[in-house]
Structures are given as C-alpha cells and as structure tokens.
C-alpha cells in the first residue's frame, strides 16, 4: 500500500510528539518514527528527543552515517513545508 505523500507544516509537526504518534523531520523529510520506536539501536528515550520537531542537528551530532532516509522509507509522511504566515 503506498502511503499518501504530502506537505506538513512544522505546526503540525508539532503535535506529533509522543510514544503513540511521533514523527520527526531530517534535512526536509518528515517521518513517522512511532513503529520504528522500539528498533532503535539508541533505544526509544534517545530517539524520542528529536519527536515533533526538526531533529536533523541532533541525528546528525549522535550518527550522521546512519542511512535513516533508507530505514525509514515506509515511515515518510512527506516534505516539511513552512506554517502559513496568514493562518489561523
Ligand atoms: C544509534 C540517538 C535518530 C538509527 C544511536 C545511539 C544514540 C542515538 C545515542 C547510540 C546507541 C549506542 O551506541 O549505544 C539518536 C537520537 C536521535 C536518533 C537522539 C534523534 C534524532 C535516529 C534515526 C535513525 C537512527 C532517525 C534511523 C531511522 C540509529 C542506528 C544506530 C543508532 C542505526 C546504530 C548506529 C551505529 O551503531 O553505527 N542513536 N538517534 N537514529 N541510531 Fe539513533
């Protein structure tokens, strides 16, 4: 089943912050890290302090030779965009 690829705005990003429903965004790319908790060789804590946000600083000072693009290929929700300086 392929997944729908689309935009998500760094606010919506946002909310996707807990064990249950984490997603994060490196260098543009936003996933949905929630089934790949658990595999972690850091373990779950370690990778849930990059949860709802841009993590790409953070991944690339622990590993930036991990192929995450590749591991989390199925996880892609889709490129970050920008939040609407008009919305509301
Ligand atoms: C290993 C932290 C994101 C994949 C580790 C380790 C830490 C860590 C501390 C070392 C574990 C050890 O050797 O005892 C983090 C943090 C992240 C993050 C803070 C937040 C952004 C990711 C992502 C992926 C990933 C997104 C890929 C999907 C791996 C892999 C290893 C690892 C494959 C083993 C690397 C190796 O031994 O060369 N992580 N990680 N991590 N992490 Fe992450």
């Given at each position: 089943v392929g997944g729908r690829i689309r935009p998500v705005s760094p606010t919506e990003l946002s909310l996707?912050?807990?064990?249950?429903?984490?997603?994060?965004?490196?260098?543009?790319?936003?996933?949905?890290?929630?089934?790949?908790?658990?595999?972690?060789?850091?373990?779950?804590?370690?990778?849930?302090?990059?949860?709802?946000?841009?993590?790409?600083?953070?991944?690339?000072?622990?590993?930036?030779?991990?192929n995450y693009d590749s591991l989390l290929a199925k996880c892609l929700v889709g490129p970050l965009s920008f939040d609407r300086p008009d919305a509301d």
């Open positions: 996707h912050n807990t064990q249950n429903n984490a997603w994060l965004a490196i260098r543009g790319r936003v996933y949905n890290i929630t089934h790949y908790l658990p595999f972690h060789p850091g373990g779950s804590e370690e990778l849930m302090r990059g949860a709802g946000m841009d993590a790409t600083e953070l991944f690339d000072k622990v590993h930036p030779w991990v």
